[in-house]
């Protein structure tokens, strides 16, 4: 089995920073991708960031120039550094990763439970 574990949530003011966290654990050959998501009430799903294994990113335009991914390959983690914060960022925020169980397993994603983020004003 595979887990995401997302750690880092929580309530901050506007302007203010949080850093997210996630974990990938289980059987795991090889991770594509892994990025961020975020889901806000009565909102579809959106994607925030992602990385692939080669450090290529890409961001939702709503968080170029105040998000930053990052990962730690050997660790199998990802991070969401959160900078200037705002009340339209408050959602729950799910880690997503692209990965291979065995090396003849399909590549499928794999989902955290989320972790809510709360920006006050």
């Known amino acids: 089995q595979v887990q995401l574990v997302e750690s880092g949530g929580g309530l901050v003011q506007a302007g203010g920073s949080l850093r997210l966290s996630c974990a990938a654990s289980g059987r795991i050959f090889s991770i594509n991708s892994m990025g961020w998501y975020r889901q806000a009430p009565g909102k579809q799903r959106e994607l925030v960031a992602r990385i692939r294994s080669g450090g290529s990113t890409n961001y939702a335009d709503s968080v170029k120039g105040r998000f930053t991914i990052s990962r730690d390959n050997a660790k199998n983690m990802v991070y969401l550094e959160m900078n200037s914060l705002k009340p339209e960022d408050t959602a729950v925020y799910c880690c997503?990763?692209?990965?291979?169980?065995?090396?003849?397993?399909?590549?499928?994603?794999?989902w955290g439970q989320g972790t809510q983020v709360t920006v006050s004003s």
């Open positions: 997503n990763a692209e990965l291979r169980r065995y090396v003849s397993d399909a590549v499928r994603d794999y």
